[in-house]
């Protein structure tokens, strides 16, 4: 670390100082230090911000389309109400996939009702019935629809459930799925990732009942990988090594089908525990499917995370983990050794969604670098106290931090590199601090796997030793 626990308490002091004291109070709690040996990391989450200060969060509809429904190819997600939402939500991640745009797959489309005054007025559903004959006409080859409401569909009380039944009876048992997912729903995406797993359990999973699936001893899904830059291939690839066989991407890359398909596997690999692990529980209690948590950030997590998922099979799939993880060591240790000196003692501060707040601090310590501070954006009590097994003491703690905290944090730590998001991004490089784009890894990736490490090495790499930074002056 490179302040002491009270230095850091100090700075969270200094920069709590300019705010009135109601809102001082209420931001004090979501600010704090990590102490060793505590099972916490003593911040308070998952509510509202403070209505005027700066947020660099989402809404349910964009955990909802955004995140989890979004990436399912072979589906047409609408976006229910006015163009704004669908334009802004439009191919924002890059969830590479396979298939023919506007064909078969129609994930980098973006669909939309339009909302006008007169729809505001005296509803949209018969605009949403049109709109769902139009789909069938112009792409005959979706496999579904889902409906993705924004705030004013809730307001006016459009009845997008009885559309969907409607419709789905019309067109032979088709699966159309109506998403309550507002965005003024709950306090953040995070509600929108548990209102669409719950629509995939109460709408896609009975029909899922009805069919039959091939199965083997040895089915897997990957829950919780969006295919960021071809993520979820580079984690395929590994399970696949081992023996197991792969039967659905949930979302990036995947199918209607695969998520029919789920519900007869032999356990759930769950990567993004926050926005999938409702419906991983819902099939661990309905179906018996246990679930386990995976990271593949960083050899040394591969490496845990590969025995993890071993230890529910049997010796065969052991015998042949322990041949993947010998396989790339020569890869890993080659990565090591040409980066590490570039990268040893240098130090991180992050600032992102999901998962990666503390799945990626693996990767940067397998580097030799220290991550000094991390926060969530939309995090739950249970993501920070997972987040205990990933730092260190005096680590900087900060939950839904504001623009104005985030860049005081980095002010006074000096880290050498900041991962955050894109509204982040501009401003940490004006102030002349390397940044990486720890949302959709700046347009590179991927970053999961053994592949991915060398990739990852080699972006921070470039991020903090790119001559740039001599060449310019920070005004601040």
């Known amino acids: 670390m490179s302040y002491s626990l009270e230095d850091a308490k100090e700075i969270i002091k200094e920069v709590l100082e300019v705010y009135p004291e109601k809102t001082r109070k209420k931001r004090e709690k979501h600010l704090g230090v990590y102490e060793e040996g505590k099972p916490d990391c003593g911040v308070k989450s998952n509510v509202k911000s403070i209505p005027g200060v700066m947020t660099i969060r989402g809404c349910a509809y964009a955990g909802s389309k955004g995140v989890v429904w979004g990436p399912i190819k072979d589906m047409i997600h609408i976006s229910h109400g006015p163009v704004g939402c669908g334009q802004y939500s439009w191919a924002a991640r890059r969830n590479y996939y396979i298939g023919t745009t506007g064909v078969d797959s129609f994930v980098t489309m973006q669909f939309t009702s ?39 569909i809730g307001l006016i009380g459009d009845d997008i459930e009885a559309v969907s039944k409607k419709k789905s009876k019309e067109y032979d048992g088709k699966v159309i799925v109506p998403v309550r997912c507002e965005g003024f729903r709950g306090v953040s995406q995070s509600l929108g990732h548990h209102i669409a797993n719950d629509t995939i359990r109460d709408w896609v999973f009975p029909k899922a009942d009805e069919k039959s699936f091939d199965t083997t001893a040895y089915d897997v899904a990957i829950i919780g990988d969006y295919n960021i830059g071809g993520d979820a ?13 792969v039967v659905a991407q949930w979302s990036g890359d995947g199918s209607i089908e695969e998520l029919m398909n789920t519900t007869k596997v032999k356990l759930n690999v769950l990567h993004c525990y926050r926005s999938m692990n409702y419906i991983a529980r819902h099939m661990e209690e309905k179906y018996g499917i246990p679930w386990v948590e995976y990271n593949f950030f960083g050899p040394t997590k591969i490496k845990e995370s590969l025995r993890t998922i071993a230890s529910h099979f049997d010796e065969k799939i052991r015998e042949n983990t322990e041949k993947v993880i010998a396989k790339y060591q020569a890869m890993v240790d080659k990565t090591v050794e040409r980066f590490r000196p570039r990268l040893e003692g240098k130090t991180v501060m992050l600032f992102v969604g999901g998962l990666r707040p503390r799945h990626v601090i693996g990767a940067y310590e397998d580097l030799g670098m220290n991550v000094v501070g991390t926060g969530y954006e939309f995090g739950h009590n249970d993501d920070y106290q997972r987040t205990t097994h990933y730092v260190k003491d005096g680590t900087i703690i900060y939950d839904d931090v504001t623009g104005y905290e985030f860049e005081k944090f980095v002010e006074a730590v000096k880290p050498d590199l900041v991962g955050s998001g894109i509204k982040e991004k501009y401003v940490f490089q004006k102030m002349g601090v390397p940044f990486r784009q720890m949302h959709s890894w700046d347009y590179s990736g991927p970053y999961h796997g053994y592949d991915g490490f060398a990739i990852f090495a080699r972006d921070m790499d470039m991020a903090i030793n790119n001559p740039i930074w001599s060449l310019t002056k920070s005004p601040f």
Do not use: A, T
């Open 114 to 152: 339009d909302f006008q005054e007169k729809d505001i007025v005296f509803g949209g559903d018969k605009k949403l019935e049109k709109i769902i004959d139009e789909i069938q006409v112009l792409f005959p080859l979706n496999k579904g629809i889902s409906i993705q409401s924004e705030c004013p």
């Open 233 to 245: 291939w580079s984690s395929r690839i590994l399970l696949e090594e081992m023996g197991l066989r």
